[in-house]
């Protein structure tokens, strides 16, 4: 097997710049109890005006105050992780969340879906960026030996046991992932290395070290297995983004919305389903949660197609109260099945495909202002098709040729020369409900090429009367 491990160096940062609308605006992570603030990590903007992580906020403060402060919340970088977890369960069915800030994937099995690991590798890292995350990855035969190499390696990828021992020998004592204690007792030693380490005899290491030393470093080599807890994704998603100020216009809800519309994507894309309804909570200062209902006809988990129909609801809605927060809460997760497409698609680049034009139309203009029709269980032409919910969807009830365009009343067929291809076709029908007709059918030509339905009612002699156009 091979394993590769995603470190997150700057979780917890990431997970709130992607979160602000300016990127390059200082931001600082603050800790520590209220009488003594430290600087827990600064973005690269921070750190030009002379910030640094571990700094005390009032050293900070006094050097300047051009720069943005928000509380390091651990229950915050978890849910980052759990959501990265996520997408990368669409890559590997074998993901763990055993170590702090860091996605352990199986990979090995995922090649030959993915393509040759420097392919699939870039795949990872494009997406990471995109989503606005910084990394480093790195493969081994195990995973713990993968966790201990992305300390010090990026993009280093070792494929068999042989050379992972000379990889794992070069490694600096104190970066092979034993605590500090031991490490610091291995440096006193005048031991540097981990190969330095690994040529002392093992009984020696047994006496002076306690025996979990020796556990960790055989599970580093692969000579001891590691149990690991596979993440499982949950089957609601459900995630909050606090605002900096109070909002309380549209507009300013939309760089919000569209960030919990994209994790929202991420999500589904993992757990291979679509979303078919979804609830925004805008979160007022005062008073209960404006709840924004977002409903689809069916499964869909396009991030683009998702926010404009999230934002053609919430645009229609007025705001009652500034907003201090926006929740996002999907339940209803239904297994997504990709709508067929041609090898050649031959619409017009601008064109939408008709399920997401559908879901636009109804987002903006509200779901009672588009109707669908629908086949009814009626051989009378003008019953035979009932205006309904446009999600209904049949095909004509007979396999005869029925017209697409029927007049809304019959008219006298004055033009001469009419030919007749086929018919009569005898309809009787409706004597339930006490519009009872007898009718024989025939498919005309008219002299310039058009076709058309004719009825003439049994038992009369005259006029046909016609009853639609065909295309």
């Known amino acids: 097997m091979l394993w590769a ?14 979160r602000r609308a300016d990127p390059d605006e200082p931001l600082a992570l603050i800790t520590g ?9 600064v973005n690269p903007a921070a750190r030009a005006l002379g910030l640094y992580p571990g700094q005390p906020l009032s050293a900070a403060q006094a050097m300047t105050r051009d720069f943005a402060m928000v509380d390091y919340d651990p229950d915050e970088v978890e849910r980052w992780q759990q959501l990265l977890a996520a997408w990368a369960y669409r890559f590997s069915s074998q993901v763990s969340l055993k170590y702090p800030r860091v996605l352990m994937m199986e990979i090995e099995s995922s090649l030959g879906l993915f393509g040759p690991w420097p392919v699939f590798e870039k795949r990872l890292r494009d997406e990471l960026s995109a989503m606005g995350f910084s990394h480093r990855i790195v493969v081994a035969p195990n995973p713990a030996a993968a966790r201990v190499l992305a300390n010090v390696h990026d993009g280093f990828a070792v494929t068999t046991r042989e050379t992972l021992r000379d990889a794992l020998k070069q490694l600096p004592i104190d970066r092979v992932g034993l605590n500090r204690e031991v490490a610091t007792a291995f440096t006193r030693m005048g031991l540097h290395t981990l190969q330095q380490v690994l040529a002392l005899p093992r009984n020696t290491l047994a006496r002076r070290f306690p025996a979990q030393v020796l556990q960790h470093l055989d599970t580093v080599l692969g000579d001891r297995a590691l149990a690991l807890e596979c993440y499982l994704p949950p089957d609601f998603f459900d ?24 994790d929202l994507a991420v999500f589904l894309a993992g757990r291979d389903s679509g979303v078919q309804r979804f609830v925004l909570h805008l979160e007022h200062v005062e008073g209960a949660d404006t709840q924004v209902q977002v409903g689809l006809l069916s499964a869909e988990r396009e991030a683009t197609m998702l926010f404009e129909l999230a934002r053609g609801r919430l645009e229609q809605i007025q705001v009652p109260a500034p907003v201090r927060a926006v929740r996002l809460l999907a339940r209803d997760l239904p297994r997504f099945v990709p709508t067929h497409r041609e090898l050649f698609d031959e619409r017009p680049q601008q064109a939408l495909p008709w399920d997401q034009l559908r879901e636009r139309l109804r987002a903006r203009l509200g779901d009672e202002a588009v109707s669908g029709v629908h086949a009814h269980a009626d051989h009378r032409p ?6 309904g919910s446009v999600a209904k969807s049949a095909g004509p009830l007979l396999a005869a040729p029925r017209p697409g365009w029927l007049l809304r009343e019959p008219q006298p067929v004055t033009e001469s020369g009419v030919r007749i291809l086929a018919g009569p076709e005898r309809i009787e029908s409706g004597w339930w409900d006490g519009a009872d007709v007898r009718r024989d059918y025939y498919l005309i030509e008219t002299r310039s090429g058009q076709r058309a339905w004719a009825f003439q009612s049994v038992g009369e002699d005259g006029t046909l009367l016609l009853q639609g156009w065909f295309a």
């Open 382 to 387: 003008e019953c035979a098709w009932q205006p």
């Open 33 to 41: 109890s209220a009488q003594r603030r430290v600087l827990q990590t």
């Open 239 to 262: 995630t909050r983004i606090e605002l900096n100020f109070d909002v309380e216009s549209h507009q300013a809800l939309l760089f919000p919305l569209k960030r919990l519309i994209c």
């Open 5 to 18: 491990c995603v470190l997150l160096p700057q979780l917890a940062l990431d997970g709130v710049m992607r």
